[in-house]
């Protein structure tokens, strides 16, 4: 059996197995029971830093053996092994020194699962802090404001292929004037059915607080999108219109048009997926979350 260290579970229960003298976990013991050194997991499953030892077995690493001075019991909690049931030795020193390392203060627990996050998470995705939700937060209707970037590349050679997963090529020059100018046309509190896609029961009435293009140095447009909400693919439709304005298929007066036609108009393209990104979701203060809240929630009307 692999080497395990210390099974990992809640840390209530590891505080009473210290209180009892590292007591032995009994059929009782399930699923977030701490393991201290030397107990025998007699039933139930737990949850463990390393591969899942079978019922009855003693979490420690070998194949271990009477000899090496651990108990070893059947699969039922009772009695000796018999044979051919699997069991373990403990490494009862090393899965001590494990045990004392779990963190005991709130802080240091959640300093610990954003180590462990990064240890799960797949390479593309970062938590780099984690902290007590307030009472009344809630993640999506408790926010102020979204803010979005749109990256486009119009190099006449395509776009930096390194950035490819992150940056749309469009192949045809972009006037970054004209599309702050449509773009301004835009602005405010409307009905935004033109650009959405239609859910049922679902408004389409939002405020977009900023839509606003800018050239970076290395050639890059760059659209700046942010609104108190979006609905479903808003952003990348907007920037459809916008780039229509940009190469010069659509006058600059198209898109504000379209919006006020308040219907999906197939003229507007979606823009593709990977050029967008979310990076920034703004809250109110704490003492106004669940207000703020109930506030969202409401269906909102011209």
């Not at 420690?60 to 373990?88: C, H, K, L």
């Not at 004392?100 to 802090?129: N, Q």
């Not at 395509?158 to 469009?170: I, T």
């Not at 239609?198 to 659209?223: F, M, N």
Request: net charge negative; aromatic share 4%.
């Amino acid at each position: 059996m692999a080497h395990v260290d210390v099974a990992v579970g809640c840390l209530s229960e590891l505080d009473r197995n210290r209180r009892r003298g590292g007591a032995a976990a009994g059929p009782g013991a399930g699923a977030g029971s701490v393991v201290e050194a030397g107990a025998v997991v007699a039933g139930g499953p737990v949850v463990q830093a390393g591969p899942v030892a079978p019922a009855g077995s003693v979490v420690g690493e070998g194949a271990g053996s009477a000899d090496a001075g651990t108990p070893v019991v059947a699969s039922d909690g009772v009695g000796p092994a018999t044979d051919g049931e699997a069991v373990a030795a403990v490494d009862g020193e090393s899965a001590a020194a494990a045990a004392e390392e779990l963190p005991l203060d709130v802080d240091e627990r959640l300093a610990t699962l954003v180590r462990r996050l990064a240890g799960v998470l797949p390479p593309d995705v970062r938590v780099h802090r984690v902290s007590v939700a307030s009472e009344g937060f809630d993640a999506r209707f408790s926010a102020l404001s979204r803010r979005y970037a749109y990256r486009v590349s119009d190099a006449p050679g395509g776009g930096d292929p390194l950035r490819r997963r992150e940056v749309v090529w469009h192949n045809r020059p972009l006037d970054l004037d004209a599309m702050n100018a449509a773009a301004e046309r835009l602005l405010g509190e409307h009905d935004f059915a033109a650009f959405c896609k239609k859910r049922e029961g679902a408004t389409t009435i939002r405020e977009l607080q900023r839509l606003r293009w800018v050239r970076q140095d290395d050639g890059l447009l760059v659209a700046t999108v942010v609104a108190d909400a979006f609905c479903h693919s808003m952003v990348r439709a907007l920037v459809g219109a916008l780039l229509a304005v940009g190469d010069g298929r659509r006058p600059v007066a198209w898109p504000g048009q379209v919006l006020a036609g308040a219907v999906r108009d197939s003229g507007v393209h979606v823009a593709p997926a990977h050029g967008l990104c979310l990076e920034e979701v703004r809250y109110p203060p704490v003492e106004e979350l669940a207000v703020r809240a109930a506030a969202t929630r409401r269906v909102r009307t011209l």
